[in-house]
T-cell receptor, first 113, second 116 residues
Framework: EAAVTQSPRNKVTVTGGNVTLSCRQT?????MYWYRQDTGHGLRLIHY???????QIGDVPDGYKATRTTQEDFFLLLELASPSQTSLYFC????????????FGPGTRLLVL | AQKVTQTQTSISVMEKTTVTMDCVYE???????LFWYKQTASGEIVFLIR??????ENATVGHYSLNFQKPKSSIGLIITATQIEDSAVYFC?????????????FGAGTQLIVIP
């Protein structure tokens, strides 16, 4: 089973602050995803990638940037955090994208004051 | 457009009984994949079971099974002999085949409460 880790697990910042959420997977998966989870919405896709240097826009990308530096590492950047970005963020990975199951990290809880 | 709908917000059942959670989806693709995930109280999201659209036989894994009704665009999750530890939030998700790069569309989730 895929091992997906996220850091930090909890983060508090102020409006306008700069935040970087990190995700690492150690099973050589090609595809990685960032989701946010909010009550009543389930999980919504922010950005995703199918390899180092590749980025794709998801369904709720506004206010977020992402960077895939290696096959293992995928980062989500909030350069001017806003209270509306207070949420639970999950990273996931899968091997062949459309064919394979996604495996999720433990989540990062972000509070923007 | 793709859409996944779970209309049941919360379900309570007695331990050791069977429960069905509903999910309907919308897609224009002829090939797609359907998944159920479980989110525990700790927040962990765990993959449970999947159904590929081209397969007629309903998937089964342990005490989880699916009721796939393609003409109705419906994929229900059935849990038999429920246990206390089945209490969680269950998400239905859909992925298009082909060049969709594996992006999942999730329903809003159904909270299951198993009563001892």
């Amino acid at each position: 089973e895929a091992a997906v880790t996220q850091s930090p697990r909890n983060k508090v910042t102020v409006t306008g602050g700069n935040v970087t959420l990190s995700c690492r997977q150690t099973n050589s998966h090609n595809y990685m995803y960032w989701y946010r989870q909010d009550t009543g919405h389930g999980l919504r896709l922010i950005h995703y990638s199918y390899g180092a240097g590749n980025l794709q826009i998801g369904d709720v990308p506004d206010g977020y940037k992402a960077t895939r530096t290696t096959q293992e590492d995928f980062f989500l950047l909030l350069e001017l955090a806003s209270p509306s970005q207070t949420s639970l963020y999950f990273c996931a990975s899968s091997d062949r994208g459309g064919q394979d199951t996604q495996y999720f990290g433990p989540g990062t809880r972000l509070l923007v004051l | 457009a793709q859409k996944v709908t779970q209309t049941q917000t919360s379900i309570s059942v007695m331990e050791k009984t069977t429960v069905t959670m509903d999910c309907v989806y919308e897609t224009q693709d002829s090939s797609y994949f359907l998944f159920w995930y479980k989110q525990t109280a700790s927040g962990e999201i765990v993959f449970l079971i999947r159904q590929d659209s081209y397969k007629k036989e309903n998937a089964t894994v342990g005490h989880y099974s699916l009721n796939f009704q393609k003409p109705k665009s419906s994929i229900g999750l059935i849990i038999t002999a429920t246990q206390i530890e089945d209490s969680a939030v269950y998400f239905c998700a859909m992925r298009e085949g082909g060049s969709a790069l594996g992006r999942l569309h999730f329903g809003a989730g159904t909270q299951l409460i198993v009563i001892p």
